[in-house]
Structures are given as C-alpha cells and as structure tokens.
C-alpha cells in the first residue's frame, strides 16, 4: 500500500436507533436520537471514540425546527469538537456527501475522528405542542415558497412530482402500466424482505409484489401510479450514526481488519433547484453523472458490486438508477429495505443504509454502492465502500461534478402558461383524497413550438380520469388540448 495509513479514511463504528414508545409524546427529540445512535457507533467500535471526536457534522432534522443542533448535540456527547457543521437543507443525498467529507478531513489532517450522524423525531415532534418545538408542518416552506404553476396545480411535496417521472420512464421504456407496476412490485417486495432481516429496519413484515401494488383500504392511492406502500414512511424515530477515522488510528487502537471498511471515491451532481425546470421527465442527467463518475472513479463494472443501496423514497428513483448501471431488478437494491420499510426519516435515511452497507461488508462480498437521492430528483451522491483499500483512490477528492452534468444537459423546454391550443402529454399524474377517489390531475405538454405548458384535470372528468389510469391505453404521446377557464388551464380531449 502505497498511501499513508494515515490518510486513509475507514468507517469503524455505526449505530442505529429505532424509538417505539407506547406514547410517541415520551419518544427521543431528534438530537438525543443522534446522540444516542453515535453511543451505539461508539460500543461498535469498542468504545473510547467519542471523546476522542475532533469532526462532528450532521444531516439537517425538520422535526424540531426551532433546534440549535449544533449547539446541543456536542452537549449531549459531552464533547467539544474543534469543528461541528450541519449540512445546509435536508436533502436525502446529505449521508452520503457527508461521509465524503469526512473521508477528506481525515486525509487532509483537519480531523482525527469524525462523527457523522442524523435523526428524525417525527412520531413525537408530530405529538408535542410547538412551545416544546413540534407541531411544525414539515412542507410548510414549500407551500409558501413554490412557483405560482405549483401552488395552482398541486405541486408542492414530493409525492406529487416524482409521479411525473414514473409515468414518462413508463412510456420511454416501452412499458405497460402493468409491466411498470410488475416491476415497482418486484422491487419493493425485495425490499420489504431486506428489512425483515435488516438490524435497523422500522418495519419488519415482508409484502408481496400483490400487496404492494393493489390499492386498497390499507394501501390507498396517492399520486397515479403511486400508493402508501410505495412511498418514503417518514412517521418514525430513528437515529444513525458512523464514526470514521484513519487506517493507523483504527489499527493502533487494535481494530480487528475485518470490521474495518474503507470509503471509496464518490461523486455528486444536481439539477436545478426549481423541480419544474428539467429537460425531460424520463431522467436525469445529474443522476447519470453521479453514478457514472463513481463507477468510474473505482474502477468498478456492475457485476463487481456485491452489494448496493439505490434511494428509494419512491419507484422511479431505483428503476431509474438500475437501468443507469445495468442492475437487474431481480436482485436486492437496498441493504436497509429501502424508505418504504426500512423508514424515511427525511434526509437521514442513507445514514441509515451506510450502517447497513458496513453490517453486509463486514459478513460478505468486497463492494458496495451508496446512492442518493434529494430534493425533487435534484440532488445525487454516490460513493463506494469496500473492504479494502479501492485501487487508484485517494482522498482528498473533489467529488464535484456539477459542470459536467451542465455540459451533457440539454436545453430546458420554455414554459407558456398562456398558451391555448393542441399539445402531446409529457407526462401527467392524478391525485387522490384520504378515501382513494381522484380529486384531480395535472398534465404536463409539449406545443407545437416546443415549450411546456402545465395544465389540470377536473376530478369529474370521469372519462380523462380512466384514461390517465386504467392503462388500456398509454397516455403519453397522445394528444389534446389546453383551454384557459379563468386563471387555470384545463386539459381538453
């Protein structure tokens, strides 16, 4: 080994937490889930690490957001770190970047040990009074923040954009709604057996591909094709943490070499904040780019991953993320069970999962890939963790690779919010009530100029409804018609 043992960064502890009390109002506040998940890291690696902790930075909570998080988490440790950073935003890729970071503070000296953690309290905070910091509506930015077009249309949370994805990857993959729904089943009950097995799960109970993608009074519709079972469950208390420090810190504390796992090259790329602005909906370029420069930065093909964990706060991301690396769906996609079953604490779940990847690593296999995923299919990290050193990697690394995503990235459609006249679907999605009726839809298409106009379906447009779900026919590439009843645009057949 030609790099100093010293500048190689290794994980050597994770911990996680799940809080079940009987009364959520008695559950853990998201700060003591980090302080709690880094003790558990800390017994992980046989203890005396978190006074030692010179680097402590974490994934953003939302569930208390009068929080000071860097002030009381190094309280809670009882530790003064010479640097504590939060990650700006709570974006599902953050664990990963963060992980990243700290592989490069320990090859460029500036720390010893790092602690990168995260949790969500959302079962309590969602019970407590907000004088005691909970009761906070988790979007509620995001409703006074969106685009006139979003607040219009219902476009506000995630689960009402990334169906514009599922519906025109469908289409462009030659699709059926049936065949789609196949393999989001598929996926997803591979997924729920992962989590059965999975030390940090928050919910062990194995579904079939039938379960999964029927809809019915326990797993209602929400955003076309989408249900409960299909989406990220962010009602939990969870915590998880990883202490990370350098090969000759871990071997002079007599580490044994086979829990020890080394952190690989990564690489991270975005699109536009603004969830509308994207060339198309059958990809992203920055997902592309994410995961390709880290396959190619560790020298690794698809068939030598012995282990992956591709985002999952809903289908499209991993169907998307596979076909980018050639994976099949007929092998497991996550370590951890994914955010459907393993749960969705907001942007901390891959904290989670790089737990879990370090439990696979340690029991099997030499590779594994960590993918995420924030925003509105905005924000993408990728890293690989190994059981030993990666061949031709070493840090510190730029993982930046915003401007090469900009280079490869076509010209977005210009929007036309007056526009009246004949248009061809783009991709569409149908929202539904609580009590699984549709409510309404919205259609995005393309003119005959080329721009994109967002327009909506009436929830009584009973024929429009069928025609957007019941799969007889595909809906994207058809045509129709925008047609403006006072300040909306409405779809016309």
Known sequence: MSQDPARIPVIIGVGEINDRPDDPMDGLDSVELMAASAK????????????????????????????DVEAMLPKALGIKPATVVEAKGSYGDHPVMLVNDAANAIASGKA???????????????????????????????RTSASDVRQRYGMIEPAQIYPLYENATRAAWGLSLAQAQAETGKIWSTMSQVANDAEG???????TPEEITTFDANNRPLAFPYSKFQVANSSVNQGASLIITSLAKARAAGI???????????ANAHEDEEPLNRVNWTGTVAMEVALEKTMELNGLAANDLDHVELYSCFPCVPKMARRILGLSADRPLSVQGGLTFGGGPMGNY?????????????????????????????????IVLSTHPVKGVSFPQDYDFHEEADARRGAIPESDQTYEGPATIETYTVFHSR??????????????QGTRVVSKVEGEDLDMMAFLT???????????????????????R
């Open 40 to 67: 558990k890291a800390d017994v992980d690696a046989g203890g005396g690490w978190i006074e030692q902790c010179d680097w402590l930075t974490n994934v953003a909570q939302m569930s208390f957001r009068t929080f």
């Open 112 to 142: 010893s040990v790092c602690i990168v953690t995260g949790g969500e309290g959302l079962r309590t905070a969602a019970k407590r009074p907000k004088k005691d910091g909970g009761g906070e509506d988790l979007f509620r930015k995001s």
């Open 201 to 207: 799960a928050w919910i062990k109970q194995p579904r």
């Open 256 to 266: 044994d070499e086979g829990r020890i796992i080394y952190i690989g090259a990564g």
């Open 350 to 382: 891959m904290m989670h999962a790089s737990a879990g990847m370090v439990r696979k690593l340690r029991e099997s296999g030499e590779y594994g890939l960590l993918y995420g995923n924030g925003g509105h299919c905005t924000h993408n990290h990728a």
């Open 435 to 448: 009590a699984g009726d549709p409510t309404s839809g919205v259609i995005f298409a393309l003119t005959p």
């Open 470 to 492: 019941d799969g007889t026919v595909e809906p994207v590439g058809t045509s129709g018609r925008t047609e403006r009843v006072g300040e909306t645009l409405f779809w016309r």
